[in-house]
T-cell receptor
Framework: DAGITQSPRHKVTETGTPVTLRCHQT?????MYWYRQDPGHGLRLIHY???????DKGEVSDGYSVSRSKTEDFLLTLESATSSQTSVYFC????????????????FGPGTRLTVL | GEDVEQSLFLSVREGDSSVINCTYT??????LYWYKQEPGAGLQLLTY?????DMKQDQRLTVLLNKKDKHLSLRIADTQTGDSAIYFC?????????????FGSGTQLTVLP
């Protein structure tokens, strides 16, 4: 978890309200990812970013949007939260392939537990 | 499409070896990873193997890769109670503008005293 923080760590909200989760890194890594973790599904990719203002959809992007206005921060927004979005959300970072770190290994933050009532 | 499969549960006695298995479907994977998740925590990278390797050893951990059968395994020697956790395998594939990881559902390892 070193170099990656997520806030808040826990949140309870009501259906229909907007929610924003924040991921902050101090590693200056190019790539950032948002996953959700649900029982029986492992981790599924929601959105990712390959640079400032550059984002793309993952496997389960419906109902989510993201923004990356600077290298260190990647925000995940649920415009109108639904009960199906109750989950644990993980942020991950990785460096670009071919750089000194070598691989495209992803390093994970501690997670945010979101409950939508 | 990509699909990574793991058995859901494994129980072993303390001091025995644990072997966690994983199968994947995409032969173009470059790296394959093993992550460990303890309760209430994020995923911790354990080890990885490049797709042109057959085996990698790192202290108590041994990773075996059979590319022909698309089978990956993680062996933990002298398993300890602190090894109790969920273990995820993942394959790395180029998709869109980044390399993406596809995860298995995780194997819950329970170490019995």
């Amino acid at each position: 978890d070193a170099g990656i923080t997520q806030s808040p760590r826990h949140k309870v909200t009501e259906t229909g309200t907007p929610v924003t989760l924040r991921c902050h890194q101090t590693e200056n890594h190019r790539y950032m990812y948002w996953y959700r973790q649900d029982p029986g599904h492992g981790l599924r990719l929601i959105h990712y970013s390959y640079g400032v203002k550059d984002t793309d959809k993952g496997e389960v992007s419906d109902g989510y949007s993201v923004s990356r206005s600077k290298t260190e921060d990647f925000l995940l927004t649920l415009e109108s939260a639904t009960s199906s979005q109750t989950s644990v959300y993980f942020c991950a970072i990785s460096d670009a392939p071919g750089t000194a770190s070598g691989t495209d290994t992803q390093y994970f933050g501690p997670g945010t537990r979101l409950t939508v009532l | 499409g990509e699909d990574v499969e793991q058995s859901l549960f494994l129980s072993v006695r303390e001091g025995d070896s644990s072997v966690i298995n994983c199968t994947y479907t995409d032969s173009s994977s470059t790296y394959l990873y093993w992550y460990k998740q303890e309760p209430g925590a994020g995923l911790q990278l354990l080890t990885y193997i490049f797709s042109n390797m057959d085996m990698k050893q790192d202290q108590r951990l041994t990773v075996l890769l059979n590319k022909k059968d698309k089978h990956l395994s993680l062996r933990i020697a002298d398993t300890q109670t602190g090894d109790s956790a969920i273990y995820f395998c993942a394959e790395s594939l180029l998709s869109g503008s980044a390399r993406q990881l596809t995860f298995g559902s995780g194997t819950q390892l329970t170490v019995l005293p």
